[in-house]
């Protein structure tokens, strides 16, 4: 029987054919044989630099929005006592804004480790959710390693753009859509990090509310579309003031658990998610 070899990765759109498989008698030399599978080899590598190369044009928007956020992040972590590096830390090491943002108020607190874990797990359980919902649209090529080391950058922003595409998501086109959202991340932190110790108070204090304003920007469309969604805000919004000004001894970290387990139980209540009509 003839030598079977494949290529792992589909041929890229447009091309003339998908049929990667080559077929290659026994009795073919040695050298033949490497030059096939070299031929494949090649076809591959060009592939997942298109791929790669089509991932970072893709994550351009994407990095650019985040680095006027994460520039605002920057300040904030400034002004709440950490350095410049600790503030690139953070984000290097963690990617979510909302999580970011309720840490580095619970450091600036002295909360607890317990309320740090807990908070993180309610704010960014819903990468699990996208993460579940994504694994649907990748390539055949996405082994286990792949999907752990992708896991890392998804956002929500990377999470629609990925989840847009027509065609398998592949590895190469994961890491350059995540490798330049994370640089334009990193970067924002650092350059507002740094302004944040370098201008004057009443800049970095205008500057501040980059963050909080992306924040604002998220809600308030879906709110206007849905009425269960402004209600479940604006419950949100009075336990948080109350948290802030009459009950103050309970601490920001589990201020911000109590407020959205308390509003999301109340919307749950009130507007359940209607299921689909039976046939």
């Known amino acids: 029987s003839p030598l079977h070899i494949s290529s792992k990765y589909p041929a890229s759109p447009g091309s003339t054919s998908h049929n990667l498989t080559t077929y290659i008698p026994h009795t073919c030399c040695k050298s033949v044989r490497y030059c096939a599978f070299h031929a494949l080899w090649e076809k591959d590598k060009k592939y997942m630099n298109s791929q790669f190369r089509k991932g970072l044009l893709h994550g351009i928007p994407i990095a650019l929005g985040y680095l006027s956020v994460s520039f605002g992040f920057g300040i904030m972590a400034v002004q709440k006592g950490l350095s410049v590096l600790e503030a690139v830390m953070i984000s290097v090491t963690n990617l979510t804004s909302a999580g970011q943002a309720a840490g580095v108020d619970i450091i600036a607190a002295s909360g607890t480790v317990f309320e740090m874990i807990l908070t993180q797990f309610i704010i960014n359980i819903r990468y699990s959710l ?36 027509i065609h398998p998501v592949t590895p190469a086109y994961m890491y350059g859509l995540i490798l330049i959202s994370f640089l334009g991340w990193g970067t924002g932190t650092l350059l507002g990090a740094a302004a944040g110790e370098i201008l004057p108070a009443m800049i970095t204090e205008a500057m501040g509310i980059v963050l909080y304003g992306m924040f604002i920007a998220i809600i308030i469309p879906p709110s206007r579309k849905e009425k269960s969604i402004l209600l479940v805000v604006a419950i949100a919004a009075v336990i948080s003031i109350l948290f802030k000004y009459v009950f103050t001894a309970i601490s920001g970290g589990f201020a911000v658990i109590i407020s959205a387990c308390a509003a999301a139980a109340v919307g749950a209540l009130l507007f359940p998610v209607k299921e689909a009509d039976e046939e």
Not at 153 to 158: A, M, P, R, S
């Open 130 to 165: 996208m993460g579940i919902s994504l694994s649907q649209k990748l390539d055949k090529s996405f082994t286990t390693p792949h999907r752990l080391a992708a896991s890392f950058g998804i956002t929500d922003e990377i999470f629609a753009v990925s989840s847009a595409q």
